[in-house]
């Protein structure tokens, strides 16, 4: 006999969008080295996260509309800017300040 759980509480009455269409995540997708992203076409937050010797459910946070530190922000073009790839430095500090907490 398998015991099904009853879901409790209120159902939110707006639903969450998805990380994939924020705009920080386009933003990612478009603009980091390919080595951070996965052969499915996804930001790989795994391989980002160290690199960046951070946890990755920091940057699902960011994802989710969290503000990153200015430190992330430059960590993020410092990589963007050490590639050996057609997208070196595409991913600028500028392009990151909407997203940074200040």
Not at 31 to 38: A, G, K, M
Not at 53 to 76: C, D, E, H, P
């Amino acid at each position: 006999m398998t015991k099904t759980s009853n879901q409790t509480g209120r159902p939110p009455k707006t639903k969450r969008p998805s990380i994939y269409s924020t705009p920080l995540y386009k933003l990612m997708l478009s603009n980091l080295p390919e080595r951070f992203i996965s052969e499915d076409g996804k930001v790989n937050t795994l391989k980002l996260s160290e690199a960046m010797k951070n946890k990755r459910m920091t940057i699902y946070r960011w994802f989710q509309g969290f503000n990153m530190s200015v430190k992330s922000a430059n960590q993020l073009a410092e990589i963007s800017a050490a590639s050996k790839c057609e997208r070196k430095g595409l991913l600028t500090v500028q392009k990151l300040l909407p997203f940074v907490g200040l």
